[in-house]
């Protein structure tokens, strides 16, 4: 099975803290329409890390079938949240990890079909998405990178592995990656062109 892990734990600090997790897209919060996309994949189990909101993103989260895990340490970085979640799944049954942020809110069920395809077309360890000339976050980790994965410290991410291991990553292009809303800046941008889509 493939298990997806989606970090939202983070206070949203440049956004004032307003929870980039519960901004609107298509009439839903950011963090329920991950959620959505994750599971109608069928692959496997979907965990949702929570720390900063845990209370509210809960709230938005009611009623779904996703495993909700708190983060007591999620100020510490992207790094406490991938291990709290890997943590909370039956790790020997998973073959592979789905790794995703809430705050791409480009991101569609097609995109995480393709990595999923692209990694076992390719046989490579890591499907990562593509964007700004690098490769990045929505990614797929073939499961002999848990143990890497849980050994991260500090403020970083999955990319780390993705960089380490570029030998072993198969790309999947994704122009719009480049959108992520962590400033308000970023937020309002945003915002305008939905309106104007």
């Known amino acids: 099975m493939i298990a997806t892990i989606i970090l939202a734990a983070g206070g949203s600090t440049r956004l004032n803290g307003n929870p980039k997790q519960l901004l609107i897209k298509d009439n839903q919060p950011l963090v329920r329409r991950m959620a959505d996309m994750a599971l109608s994949l069928r692959v496997g189990p979907v965990v949702v890390v929570v720390g900063a909101y845990h209370e509210r993103i809960r709230a938005e989260l009611t009623g779904s079938p996703v495993r909700i895990v708190y983060n007591p340490d999620w100020a510490d970085g992207l790094a406490s949240s991938l291990r709290t979640g890997l943590t909370d799944l039956p790790l020997t049954q998973v073959q592979a990890l789905l790794v995703l942020l809430t705050d791409q809110p480009h991101v569609t069920a097609d995109l995480l079909r393709q990595l999923i ?77 939905q309106e104007n889509s």
């Open 117 to 193: 395809t692209t990694k076992e077309e390719t046989g490579r360890g890591i499907a990562a998405s593509f964007y700004a000339n690098q490769a990045g976050v929505p990614a797929l980790f073939d499961r002999r990178y848990v143990a890497e994965l849980i050994a991260l410290t500090g403020d970083v991410g999955a990319k780390r592995l993705i960089r380490q291991y570029a030998d072993d990553c198969a790309e999947v292009p994704f122009n719009l990656g480049v959108v992520d809303l962590d400033t308000q800046q970023d937020v309002t941008t945003w915002q305008q062109s």
